[in-house]
């Protein structure tokens, strides 16, 4: 209805389940998967869904998880039952096994379902990249780029970003993984540390025991020593309070254009954490869904295959907001898309500003002072150009 077509010769593909939008990390707990769901109401009242191939996601198999997790993790993980969950009062010395049943972490009623769910669309988009079936494939439900092998972290259980790359290796010789989540992709870096096969980029607030993980420096490039196929192959962008479009755009761009160039890459998986938007509970930067999303865009001008997952994102109106906006850059529609969200939205209420695109003003109170000084933005470009005269292709 907003005249939003499929776009000729060209497949984008949604990959979502209403299934992982029911489940409640708890009361207080800032992850909730019902973003999701108000995420799919934004993208339906624009009439985005006659765009694209939309698929009902599955779970994912064991045996799928199993391609990075251990079995002692994964058997755990299916057993555990929110009973488990170790209380303070009741029980203080509980050892919590794999990080699985603290704060950030809990054991709630149907978590195996959720992680298989989000895993399984990740899984999905993945095959959907692998077959050719579509170019860009999109999994909001993923993006939990924190998880390990046996450990769950920072409100990641299953790293369906890890399991969706090693499916496009069957295919594709090199895979190029962009974070923008305002955290490390911590997770995601480990797991292809010393391969040359993978180039991971994170952009985050960098500030160590004061912010989650606490990973992520600028010398943090991969392995040191020289001889591993993976030394300069992990890109980190740390970053301070507060900056803005403006800065993020151009160092976005400054930093993996030249690395397109150098690194060749035969696909692209973004995290789209939109933690990173102004106005998040948890996040520090002064991004506006514009800012956010002209990364997507930048990224698909680039013309590769390409898989968006979702991530962090603790504002669910803004979070809905970004992730439709950046599905109708996806189909090539943002251009075409009004900045009023419809009428008959459902939940419209929710997002008590009715523009897509909020002034930080109306994402927050007072808009984060800014402490990236564009000489450091300037070294951190000039350390990562120089990492990438170490790389071949
Ligand atoms: C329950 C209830 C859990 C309220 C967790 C914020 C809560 C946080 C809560 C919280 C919170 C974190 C740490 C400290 C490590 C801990 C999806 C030594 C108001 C991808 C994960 C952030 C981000 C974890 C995930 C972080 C993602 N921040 N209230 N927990 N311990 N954990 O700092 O990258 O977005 O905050
Ligand atoms: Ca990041
Ligand atoms: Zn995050």
């Known amino acids: 209805e907003y005249g939003i077509v499929r776009p000729k010769g060209y497949t984008v593909s949604y990959h979502a389940t209403p299934e992982m939008e029911k489940h409640h990390f708890g009361q207080t707990h800032p992850m909730k998967p019902w973003r999701l769901t108000l995420t799919k109401s934004l ?5 985005m869904p006659f765009a694209m191939d939309n698929y009902l996601t599955r ?81 909001w439900g993923g993006g939990l780029h924190h998880a390990k092998r046996s450990e769950a972290s920072g409100f990641c259980y299953i790293n369906d970003i890890v399991l969706a790359i090693l499916q496009l290796l069957r295919i594709y010789p090199r895979v190029l ?76 761009k400054n930093i993996i254009g030249p690395i397109n160039e150098r690194y ?38 680039l013309g590769l295959p390409m898989i968006l997952f979702g991530g962090g994102g603790y504002t669910p109106r803004n979070v809905a907001r970004a992730w439709a906006y950046e ?16 009428e008959h939205t459902p939940w419209r209420a929710h997002f008590i500003h009715d523009t897509l695109f909020p002034s930080l003003e109306q994402s927050m109170h007072e808009p984060r002072h800014n402490r990236n000084s564009e000489k450091r933005l300037r070294e951190i470009v000039a350390h990562v150009h120089e990492q990438l005269r170490f790389v071949e292709h």
Not at 90 to 118: A, I, Q, R, T, W
Not at 327 to 342: F, K, L, N, Q
């Open 327 to 342: 599905t109708s850059i996806a189909i090539g529609a943002d251009t075409r898309i009004p900045e009023t969200i419809p």
């Open 59 to 139: 779970e994912a198999t064991y045996e799928e998880l199993n391609s990075f997790h251990s079995n002692d993790y994964l058997d755990y993980l299916i057993t555990a039952a929110p009973e488990d969950q170790p209380r303070d009062i009741d029980n203080p010395d509980k050892e919590v096994k794999f990080n699985l049943g603290g704060s950030d972490c809990p054991l709630f009623h149907g978590l195996y379902n959720y992680c298989s769910m989000s895993a399984g669309s990740s899984l999905d988009a993945a095959r959907k990249i692998c077959s050719n079936q579509s170019d860009i494939a999109i999994a």
């Open 43 to 47: 993208v339906t009242a624009y009439g």
């Open 177 to 252: 993984y962009i974070d923008i989540d305002v955290h490390h992709g911590d997770g995601v870096e480990e797991a292809f540390f010393s391969t040359d096969r993978v180039m991971t980029v994170s952009f985050h607030k960098y500030q160590p025991d004061q912010f989650f993980p606490g990973t992520g420096a600028l010398e943090d490039n991969g392995p040191k020593n020289e001889h591993n196929p993976g030394a300069h192959h992990a890109i980190n962008v740390p970053l301070n309070d507060g900056i803005t479009d403006e800065q993020y755009e151009a160092l976005f």
């Open 264 to 301: 060749r890459p035969s696909a692209i998986a973004l995290q789209c954490g939109a933690d990173s938007l102004a106005g998040d509970r948890l996040g520090r930067f002064n991004l506006r869904v514009q800012g956010h999303g002209a990364c997507v865009r930048y990224c698909k001008s």
